[in-house]
């Protein structure tokens, strides 16, 4: 991988990087500004305490996938990104264009997956 590609997928994680830190942080916000508003009907509370689990549950997922980035920005710093951590072959430009904190190959990742389900 060439110095310019490891450039622009650093610029491709940081930038989602900022945009997950903002949706997590809206989120937060409008869920604490619908607590917030004096609702006091039962079906209103109801219904933001869903909203609040819904968003707590695509808060972790995507803090989930802070702790991805940060492992893939510390593997671009180490000169290691884009090697598959199961069989260390390069993992193909394109898998890395759509999932840039990849870990796995494809073919590795199918193991994993397939592993997981067990």
Partial sequence: MTQKDLEFFKKLLE?????????IDDAASEVNGLRDSGVSDEFDIASINTD????????????????????????????????????????????????PHARYCITCREIVEKTAKK
Wanted: proline share 0%; aromatic share 4%; charged share 30%.
């Fill in 52 to 99: 609040q689990l819904i968003e707590q549950s695509i808060s972790a997922q995507q803090r989930a996938e802070l702790d991805e980035i940060a492992l893939s920005l510390s593997k671009i710093f180490n000169n290691t990104y884009g090697i598959c951590e199961m069989c260390e072959e390069e993992i193909g430009m394109a898998r890395l264009k759509v999932k």
């Fill in 15 to 23: 930038d989602r990087k900022i945009q997950i830190k903002k949706n």
